[in-house]
């Protein structure tokens, strides 16, 4: 049986040193984002956490009376994770988008200085 290859240069293919290492540039580089960055961060968390809170209400107040209230509850608690989880998706995806936009900006630079 041969062995699955694995691709050179992910994240889970340092050793503990050069991980903590590319944390740390990692946790440093998002420590200097600037003003406006950081503020469309926040109420971008801000607001998947309300929505998560709205889909919690909504899931409480229409299941009714036939449903247990531990169930209710239950319901309440996974729908409202999921804004956690578009905070954790939702976040490094907007980070990623800055990032492109900022080399897209360079590359065009780049290409009328060479002209």
């Known amino acids: 049986m041969q062995e699955p290859e694995v691709e050179a ?4 293919d340092y ?3 050069e991980m903590a290492r590319k944390g740390e540039e990692t946790g440093i580089r998002k420590a200097n984002l600037n003003f406006i960055s950081m503020f469309a ?5 801000g607001a998947f956490i ?3 809170a709205v889909f919690a ?3 409480l107040t229409t ?6 209230w531990g169930w209710t509850r239950l319901v309440a608690g996974l729908v409202f994770s999921l804004g956690l989880i578009l905070v954790i998706v939702g ?5 990623l988008w800055k ?3 900022d080399r897209m900006k360079q590359y065009q630079q780049n290409n009328l200085n060479s002209m």
Do not use: N
């Open 9 to 12: 240069g992910r994240f889970e």
């Open 15 to 17: 050793l503990p040193p």
């Open 41 to 45: 961060l926040a109420v971008l968390a």
């Open 50 to 52: 309300s929505l998560g």
């Open 57 to 59: 209400t909504v899931a």
């Open 63 to 68: 299941v009714g009376a036939e449903v247990p």
């Open 91 to 95: 976040i490094p995806v907007f980070y």
């Open 99 to 101: 990032r492109h936009s």
